[in-house]
């Protein structure tokens, strides 16, 4: 390690209390693994309290940017590996200021290091190695020291076989480790809502199977493959195992027939409920996820997610509840869905739908219209039919 680089990665203080933290470390630890798994010669190891990811010096930038789509992860920083020896030390800090100061001349006025040595044998305080490498860098790149408001910090970590030297801390998603939480299905449609619900549910430790309904030849197969698309890039984020699509047609033309036109939304989403529950008995998870947001539009009210709700079996995660659409976009940019979210498709739940349904169905005219039916049987039969794609993580 020593002469290499290193990504540190740290991690929140949240989940190390308590009787879970053993079991979170591991989760976070395999997670790190899993993202770095198919770099050449990417090494983790974990000494106390941190995580370490050794790469060769070309793999270095490749290795950061997967590490910031880590859940768990607090920040990070690229490191170089040194002796613990004072003059090595304070030579490679010359290095990184030198080397932050060529990046990014104009932000780069000032500076400040800030050192910390967890072995308290070696000859120098935390304050004089401070003090030893901030003279010889302001030596070296005429920059002068601003301890309240520096827009460089060089970082120095003492232990007592290596010591790492870095200039540059870059957070990362926070949360807690994907698996952490357990495991839910996901209603993916091809919109902006649903996969920003599917990334907030894994930020807290859910891992999701996704189930998308799919209503050929009303919904053409861009919209599948949009969809697949999206589950990709929650995968990119280790939030999603496999993709289920599941044929909807028979069921919605039965489903629009059984009741009156502006009940129709409210019957399929009750049915999307009940074939989520099928495939997540299947999956062992134990929540559904959707990308309902209050007062969006004429589905999301709160009495028709009520009604809607109740068709679930198990918890009913809705992360986007209280989100205002901007908002929601803001994320969808941010974790790289949004310029798929937005190429053309078709919504399966627009179809045979008059202009106005219903604001406030009722669950007794709702399950009225489902009686002409075996919702039970319909449910299975959609899930059953559903194919997997495995998406993996
Ligand atoms: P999205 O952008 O996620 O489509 P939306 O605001 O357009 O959300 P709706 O289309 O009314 O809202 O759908 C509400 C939720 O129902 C979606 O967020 C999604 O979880 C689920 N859903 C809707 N259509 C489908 C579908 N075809 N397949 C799977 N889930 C769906
Ligand atoms: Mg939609």
């Not at 203080?13 to 770099?39: Q, S, T």
């Not at 974990?46 to 070309?58: F, I, K, N, Q, S």
């Not at 940017?65 to 170089?80: C, D, E, H, I």
Request: proline share 6%; with cysteine.
């Amino acid at each position: 390690m020593i002469g290499g680089v290193v990504v540190l990665c740290r991690f929140g203080e949240i989940f190390l209390k308590g009787a879970n933290r053993g079991r979170f470390e591991r989760m976070l630890i395999d997670n790190v693994r899993r993202a770095v798994a198919d770099l050449p010669e990417a090494r983790v190891s974990a000494p106390h309290g941190r995580v370490l990811v050794t790469v060769p010096e070309a793999g270095l930038e490749d290795a950061c940017a997967r590490l910031t789509r880590v859940f768990g992860l607090v920040s990070l920083s690229p490191a170089r590996a040194v002796a613990p020896e004072l003059p090595v030390i304070v030579e490679a800090a010359v290095t990184q200021a030198r080397a932050a100061l060529a990046r990014d001349p104009a932000r780069v006025r000032a500076f400040k290091v800030e050192a910390r040595r967890s072995d308290k044998r070696f000859p120098a305080t935390s304050y004089e190695i401070a003090c030893e490498a901030g003279a010889r860098i302001a030596a070296a790149t005429g920059l002068p020291v601003d301890l309240h408001h520096p827009p460089l910090t060089i970082g120095i970590e003492v232990g007592s076989e290596v010591a790492f030297v870095f200039g540059d801390v870059r957070p990362g998603p926070g949360g807690l480790p994907v698996g952490a939480s357990g495991r839910a299905v996901l209603l993916l449609s091809g919109g902006i809502d649903s996969p920003v619900a599917g990334w907030l549910a894994a930020k807290r430790g859910v891992v999701n199977d996704a189930v998308y309904f799919h209503s050929p030849p009303f919904v053409g197969e861009k919209s599948r493959d949009k969809v697949e698309s999206l589950a990709r890039a929650l995968g990119g984020w280790q939030a999603m195992r496999s993709l289920y699509v599941a044929p909807f047609t028979e069921a919605q033309k039965r489903l629009r027939e059984a009741g009156p036109a502006e009940l129709a939304v409210v019957l399929y989403r009750r049915m999307m409920m009940r074939v989520a529950d099928l495939i997540a008995d299947r999956r062992g998870a134990g929540a559904l996820v959707t990308g309902e947001s209050l007062g969006q539009v004429a589905s999301q009210t709160m009495p028709n997610m009520d009604v809607i709700g109740a068709a679930a079996r198990r918890l009913v995660l809705r992360p986007l509840a209280t989100y205002d659409k901007t908002e929601t976009i803001a994320l969808a940019r941010r974790i790289g869905t949004y310029d798929t979210s937005v190429l053309p498709y078709e919504d399966c739940c627009a179809l045979f739908v008059p202009a106005h349904p219903a604001t406030a169905a009722r669950l007794a005219d709702v399950e009225r219209a489902e009686q002409g039916l075996d919702v039970a049987a319909e449910a299975a039969a959609v899930a059953d039919a559903a194919q997997e794609i495995p998406i993996g993580r």
